[in-house]
């Protein structure tokens, strides 16, 4: 098993940045695909961004492409999400998320954080 834990949220205002971590332990890092999901209030959880084992590839929803990046340091089992040109659409508690195999729905995701929330003011 692996445990996640993020960081980095907060309140911005729309066009800010802000920079959302997560912590992983418990099992080897590099084993797991990871991604980020948001949910904003009375919404679905959604996919925002995915990357592979290696960091070798990486995907985004098209309402966060060219905005956010993503990005994993495996030697520190930590993951980021770079979220750039931030929109009020954007507000939701993002969570991180673990998985062996899968693409980006949510239930392809076994292991997730506690989440971190993200308000962007307009």
């Known amino acids: 098993q692996v445990q996640l834990v993020e960081s980095g949220g907060g309140l911005v205002q729309a066009g800010g940045s802000l920079r959302l971590s997560c912590a992983a332990s418990?099992?080897?890092?590099?084993?797991?695909?990871m991604a980020w999901f948001r949910q904003a209030p009375g919404k679905e959880r959604e996919f925002v961004a995915r990357?592979?084992?290696?960091?070798?590839?990486?995907s985004y929803a098209d309402s966060v492409k060219g905005r956010f990046a993503i990005s994993r340091d495996n030697s520190k089992n930590t993951m980021d999400l770079q979220m750039n040109s931030l929109k009020p659409e954007d507000t939701a508690v993002y969570f991180c998320?673990?998985?062996?195999?899968?693409?980006?729905?949510?239930?392809?995701?076994?292991?997730w954080g506690q989440g971190t929330q993200v308000t962007v003011s307009s």
């Open positions: 998320a673990a998985t062996t195999r899968g693409d980006r729905q949510v239930a392809d995701y076994a292991y």
């Open positions: 418990g099992h080897t890092f590099s084993a797991y695909i």
């Open positions: 990357i592979s084992k290696a960091a070798i590839i990486t």
